[in-house]
């Protein structure tokens, strides 16, 4: 296959291969059907793509997700694993929205205890939950309180009366980068999220109430508490106006201090710190800090909800309606981790022929609109879910249903233990307000589909209506069948706050 002068080789059934060539370091490759790669060969993914691969360090193979599509100098859907003793790190490659992610409560209500009572509890989240461009967040956003969130994220919230014990071990490193550098974090990165915490922000991020329609894998879903016709509730957000002045704030002192890497890559927005720079060591510190603080804002709004819930069910949301988080997937972000890797005789990462044997290599694995999916059995699985798999939360769209995966065993092996994040767009917003109107899509929404849709803007809608996504099905079945992320059960939305 041929887009745009780049040629892809078929590697297997949902393999695609981009070879090395010129200045490549390595190959590339996407993992998607027939379909969906006419979806992503459709605009700019494959040219940054192969782009990613002139980054020094990668380790093969640059990766693009099933719901792929284009982004700020690295696709969305990209997966870019770089060696962090010799490689790089790149902002791009993370995304403006550090930890931006979701996280899915379940309860113990079924569908038949909400029907009926949609737009009552539509009205109650929106009246309880900050949302749009607007300030303010469920807390004041004194300097401890913002100082507290970077520093220890999730421990911090629940410490003051935000959470409960179990939400810490249901969280990504239980909620609290341990390499957080928030000295790192400035000053005007703080000033922004101050007036943001516990916020929605605007665009494409939601609070969606939804209904387990599918389970396909019993034991998975016992496992994760979710059962047919349950009622979860699915929150998608990220480090706000904090997140992004950070990742303004490196790419402007790359520019400033690292121009000569720069100036060898084939598109600026991939701009890097060079591995062991201070600069690379700042930017991963303040990033961890970023991090804490998108998981603080998914656990005020985590609050906000289960005190909702208890006020509309009058019931104690976790004693009765057994309101625990499930699980919280970060898809924008850059981490250390350990995978095995080709090296050379002088054990340098290798690829090809060059590659001698296999080692284990601290890398930053970039996930960027990518969720990470580790398979059974992996150390840093909850223990709660060590058995079965890390859960995997993927939303599709208001109009849609949203998957919950578990990592998959060849999840190591093919993907550097990642998966996709979403349906992923087929159109940009301008296009999509061109296509649709946001009343009509909440009136179509809500009479033909019966889910209840309530936003801060019409054109938030319009940018976000179903139509402008990929088929989340088709996503969903690569990647099961890959075995990076196995389907365990698929939800459908019953109501739904835009941002
Ligand atoms: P992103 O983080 O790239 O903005 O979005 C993640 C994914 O969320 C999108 O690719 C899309 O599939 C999904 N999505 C966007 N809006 C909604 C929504 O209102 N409800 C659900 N369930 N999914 C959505
Ligand atoms: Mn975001
Ligand atoms: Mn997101």
Same mark, same amino acid.
């Given at each position: 296959?041929?887009?745009?002068?780049?040629?892809?080789?078929?590697?297997?059934?949902? =393999?695609?291969?981009?070879?090395?060539?010129?200045?490549?370091?390595?190959?590339?490759?996407?993992?998607?059907?027939?379909?969906?790669?006419?979806?992503?060969?459709?605009?700019?993914?494959?040219?940054?793509?192969?782009?990613?691969?002139?980054?020094?360090?990668?380790?093969?193979?640059?990766?693009?997700?099933?719901?792929?599509?284009?982004?700020?100098?690295?696709?969305?859907?990209?997966?870019?694993?770089?060696?962090?003793?010799?490689?790089?790190?790149?902002?791009?490659?993370?995304?403006?929205?550090?930890?931006?992610?979701?996280?899915?409560?379940?309860? +113990?209500?079924?569908?038949?205890?909400?029907?009926?009572?949609?737009?009552?509890?539509?009205?109650?989240?929106?009246?309880?939950?900050?949302?749009?461009?607007?300030?303010?967040?469920?807390?004041?956003?004194?300097?401890?309180?913002?100082?507290?969130?970077?520093?220890?994220?999730?421990?911090?919230? =629940?410490?003051?009366?935000?959470?409960?014990?179990?939400?810490?071990?249901?969280?990504?490193?239980?909620?609290?980068?341990?390499?957080?550098?928030?000295?790192?974090?400035?000053?005007?990165?703080?000033?922004?999220?101050? +007036?943001?915490?516990?916020?929605?922000?605007?665009?494409?991020?939601?609070?969606?109430?939804?209904?387990?329609?599918?389970?396909?894998?019993?034991?998975?879903?016992?496992?994760?508490?979710?059962?047919?016709?349950?009622?979860?509730?699915?929150?998608?957000?990220?480090?706000?106006?904090?997140?992004?002045?950070?990742?303004?704030?490196?790419?402007?002192?790359?520019?400033?201090?690292?121009?000569?890497?720069?100036?060898?890559?084939?598109?600026?927005?991939?701009?890097?710190?060079?591995?062991?720079?201070?600069?690379?060591?700042?930017?991963?510190?303040?990033?961890?800090?970023?991090?804490?603080?998108?998981?603080?804002?998914?656990?005020?709004?985590?609050?906000?909800?289960?005190?909702?819930?208890?006020?509309?069910?009058?019931?104690?949301?976790?004693?009765?309606?057994?309101?625990?988080?499930?699980?919280?997937?970060?898809?924008?972000?850059?981490?250390?981790?350990?995978?095995?890797? *080709?090296?050379?005789?002088?054990?340098? &990462?290798? =690829?090809?022929?060059?590659?001698?044997?296999?080692?284990?290599?601290?890398?930053?694995?970039?996930?960027?609109?990518?969720?990470?999916?580790?398979?059974?059995?992996? $150390?840093?699985?909850? $223990?709660?879910?060590?058995?079965?798999?890390?859960?995997?939360?993927?939303?599709?769209?208001?109009?849609?249903?949203?998957?919950?995966?578990?990592? *998959?065993?060849?999840?190591?092996? =093919?993907?550097?233990?990642?998966?996709?994040?979403?349906?992923?767009?087929?159109?940009?917003?301008?296009?999509?307000?061109?296509?649709?109107?946001?009343?009509?899509?909440?009136?179509?929404?809500?009479?033909?589909?019966?889910?209840?849709?309530?936003?801060?803007?019409?054109?938030?809608?319009?940018?976000?209506? &179903?139509?402008?996504?990929?088929?989340?099905?088709?996503?969903?079945?690569?990647?099961?069948?890959?075995?990076?992320?196995?389907?365990?059960?698929?939800?459908?939305?019953?109501? +739904?706050?835009?941002?």
């Amino acid at each position: 296959r041929e887009f745009d002068g780049i040629r892809l080789e078929k590697v297997r059934e949902h =393999v695609w291969e981009i070879p090395r060539e010129g200045e490549m370091n390595v190959p590339a490759r996407v993992l998607a059907s027939e379909s969906l790669l006419e979806a992503i060969g459709d605009d700019d993914s494959l040219q940054q793509l192969k782009n990613a691969t002139h980054l020094p360090g990668m380790v093969e193979p640059a990766l693009c997700m099933p719901d792929g599509h284009q982004g700020y100098g690295f696709p969305v859907g990209g997966v870019g694993a770089i060696d962090a003793r010799t490689g790089c790190i790149s902002p791009g490659a993370v995304g403006y929205d550090i930890n931006c992610g979701v996280r899915m409560v379940r309860t +113990n209500l079924t569908y038949d205890d909400v029907r009926g009572r949609e737009e009552e509890l539509v009205d109650a989240l929106f009246e309880a939950v900050p949302s749009g461009l607007g300030g303010g967040g469920v807390v004041k956003g004194t300097a401890d309180a913002v100082e507290g969130a970077l520093e220890r994220g999730v421990e911090w919230a =629940v410490e003051a009366g935000y959470g409960i014990e179990s939400d810490l071990a249901h969280c990504e490193d239980e909620g609290r980068r341990p390499d957080a550098r928030p000295e790192y974090v400035s000053q005007k990165a703080m000033d922004r999220g101050r +007036n943001q915490m516990g916020s929605l922000g605007s665009g494409n991020h939601f609070l969606e109430v939804q209904r387990v329609t599918d389970v396909f894998r019993g034991d998975v879903a016992e496992a994760y508490g979710l059962e047919e016709d349950g009622i979860v509730v699915l929150i998608h957000c990220g480090s706000r106006g904090l997140g992004h002045q950070t990742c303004n704030d490196y790419l402007r002192r790359i520019e400033q201090e690292h121009g000569d890497l720069l100036a060898d890559l084939p598109d600026k927005e991939l701009a890097a710190a060079p591995a062991g720079s201070e600069l690379a060591e700042e930017y991963y510190g303040a990033m961890g800090a970023c991090i804490n603080f998108a998981w603080v804002n998914r656990q005020l709004i985590t609050h906000q909800v289960r005190e909702t819930f208890g006020d509309v069910f009058d019931a104690d949301p976790i004693d009765d309606l057994g309101m625990e988080l499930l699980y919280d997937v970060a898809h924008n972000i850059a981490k250390k981790e350990t995978h095995e890797v *080709g090296v050379d005789a002088e054990g340098r &990462p290798a =690829v090809g022929d060059a590659a001698v044997d296999r080692d284990e290599r601290e890398l930053y694995v970039h996930r960027k609109g990518a969720t990470r999916a580790f398979p059974a059995g992996n $150390e840093d699985v909850p $223990e709660t879910y060590r058995e079965v798999g890390q859960p995997v939360i993927i939303p599709g769209s208001m109009g849609a249903g949203s998957y919950v995966l578990r990592g *998959g065993d060849e999840s190591m092996g =093919v993907s550097f233990g990642s998966t996709a994040h979403g349906a992923g767009r087929l159109m940009s917003r301008t296009q999509a307000k061109q296509e649709f109107w946001g009343g009509d899509v909440q009136d179509d929404l809500k009479d033909g589909q019966q889910i209840y849709v309530k936003a801060q803007s019409g054109a938030t809608i319009a940018e976000e209506a &179903p139509g402008v996504y990929k088929d989340i099905d088709e996503v969903i079945r690569v990647s099961d069948e890959l075995g990076i992320g196995d389907k365990v059960a698929r939800t459908f939305p019953v109501c +739904n706050i835009k941002g």
